[in-house]
């Protein structure tokens, strides 16, 4: 099957009837039909039709190696400078689309795959490690234009660094148990965003497990037996795209995720009970370098609004003479740069890894995860600072179609925008900055690649300085 329809995955999803709770009650109509859901689940449909936008024809898809069919371009596995350009292109149209809101857009999970099958080998001959399993279902996912979400961290409970799970029942997922069929899983991860509206759920650990039971790799579809879904309350504020121009279509929801006994059968479990694969795995695989590249990516688009965003809230109200106003668009300007010139660097120090395929260059893919969650924190209190009292001076559409329609028109128009555009804009910047869908944005980039603390305590870690400090003993002759 090649590349996917946006109505194709719709149908997909729907069919599948997920086991998905919203507000202590189970989704039992269409998914794509709830409240909480609809949007982003045409968001995600009109990615996927873009798939057959014939001038897009180049940037979105590619010939599968194994049947010659059109498939996405997130499954392409590089081994050229080239590919990773052309996988760069394929994130950033998807991510403009969007224009860079959806987090988890199926390219970040579609690269996630490719980038652990084409480091499969590093599980070969290692003990209850199954890399032709990994490599088949990367293929069938790729084949059939799957949609995945993720879990990878066990729920908040104790997290001091020798904490041991001592209860009755497990509360992190753990193996329980194994039999002819596969091994069975009991207790739960801590998030998934989108879960329930992607077609699998890949689960894998992340580092730092202290019993190996913990550790494990597979993907079952979203409605496999025992596997539950719990939403938080929903961010979508209605359906108006006036009044909530983003929480309506890009609002991606996330879940915890219960495994109450589910059997994950052997062809699908790509490694168990082994705990230096379990806490070595994600380090040693090509996943930072290829995720980062693309979140990069998409971080690059969603910053590019942002920017748009301020401009046409200056011009609106005609802020741009002030140099405090401009320096903050300065900041803006200063990121995307950096993050554009960090991904190029990635690209052009590219190298090809032990297994034959191109991997940009991690550390500095790395240096810009550590740079988004601070800009973009920043970037939310730019827009709140440059909006001022325009960010709550707000009404809704439905005061503009009310008796209070010519105050509104009198009062609320600007420079260069009439009341109702005016308030659209200011709507636009309030979504992003200050509902809740707009603060969950921020905490989201903030911890969209895992702990910021840790993220930086890694990079001192990792980080070549030995050739500079050699460099300063030599000037001062202490060697
Ligand atoms: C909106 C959102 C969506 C997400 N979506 C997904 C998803 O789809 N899939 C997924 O797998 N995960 C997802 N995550 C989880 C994300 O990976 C984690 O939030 C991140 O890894 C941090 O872990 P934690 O939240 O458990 O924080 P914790 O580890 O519990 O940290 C809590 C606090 O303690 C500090 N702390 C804890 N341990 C240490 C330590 N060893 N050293 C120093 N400080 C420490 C932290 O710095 C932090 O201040 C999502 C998170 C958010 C906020």
Redesign the pocket.
């Known amino acids: 099957m090649p590349a996917i329809t946006g109505s194709e995955y719709i149908e997909r999803i729907d069919q599948l009837k997920t086991n998905l709770w919203v507000d202590g009650k189970p989704v039992r109509r269409k998914v794509s039909e709830h409240t909480a859901f609809k949007g982003v689940i045409e968001s995600q449909a009109t990615l996927y039709d873009l798939q057959h936008d014939k001038s897009l024809k180049d940037i979105m898809i590619y010939s599968s190696p194994l049947t010659g069919d059109q498939v996405g371009i997130s499954y392409l596995q590089p081994e050229t400078k080239e590919d990773l350009v052309k996988r760069r292109m394929m994130t950033q149209q998807w991510a403009i689309s969007s224009n860079g809101m959806l987090?988890?857009s199926p390219d970040y999970m579609n690269t996630v795959l490719m980038a652990l099958a084409s480091s499969a080998e590093f599980l070969r001959g290692k003990e209850n490690c199954f890399p032709e399993r990994l490599i088949s279902f990367y293929e069938y996912a790729r084949e059939n234009d799957l949609s995945l979400?993720?879990?990878?961290?066990?729920?908040?409970v104790n997290?001091a660094?020798f904490y041991l799970e001592d209860t009755n029942e497990p509360i992190a997922a753990k193996v329980i148990d194994r039999n002819s069929e596969g091994i069975i899983i009991k207790g739960a991860?801590?998030?998934?965003?989108?879960?329930g509206i992607t077609d699998e759920i890949a689960v894998?650990s992340?580092g730092?497990i202290q019993d190996k039971a913990n550790g494990f790799a597979f993907s079952i579809p979203s409605n496999h037996d025992g596997l539950k879904f719990i939403c938080r309350e929903s961010f979508v504020g209605g359906e108006s795209t006036f009044n909530y121009p983003l929480s309506s279509r890009y609002e991606?929801m996330?879940t915890i995720v219960v495994f109450d006994n589910v059997l994950v059968p052997w062809d699908r479990v790509f490694y168990y009970d082994n705990l230096l694969v379990s806490n070595s795995f994600a380090a040693e695989s090509s996943f930072f370098p290829y995720s980062l590249h693309q979140a990069i990516s998409r971080q690059i688009i969603k910053t590019e609004f942002v920017l748009g965003l301020v401009q046409t809230i200056i011009d609106s109200i005609n802020i741009g003479e002030y140099l405090h106003v401009q320096e903050k668009v300065s900041e803006i300007i200063i990121a995307l740069e950096t993050l554009k010139a960090l991904v190029l660097k990635s690209e052009i120090e590219a190298k090809l890894d032990e297994w034959g395929y191109m991997r940009p260059n991690q550390r500095t893919l790395q240096v810009a995860s550590n740079i988004f969650p601070k800009v973009y924190t920043r970037f939310s209190e730019i827009i709140q600072q440059i909006c001022a009292s325009g960010i709550v001076s707000i009404p809704t559409e439905e005061a503009f179609q009310s008796d209070i329609e010519k105050d509104l028109n009198l009062y609320l128009h600007s420079k260069s925008d009439d009341a109702m555009t005016r308030v659209k804009l200011f709507r636009l910047a309030w979504d992003l900055t200050m509902s809740a869908f707009g603060t969950?944005?921020v905490?989201?980039e903030?911890?969209?690649?895992?702990?910021?603390?840790?993220l930086t305590?890694q990079l001192y870690q990792t980080y070549e300085k030995e050739p500079y400090v050699k460099r300063v003993r030599q000037f001062l002759e202490i060697d």
């Open positions: 987090g988890r979400t993720h879990t990878f961290v066990n729920p908040q997290r660094q991860r801590l998030l998934a965003t989108r879960g894998f992340a730092g991606e996330d969950r944005e905490q989201y903030r911890y969209y690649y895992g702990d910021p603390v840790k305590s």
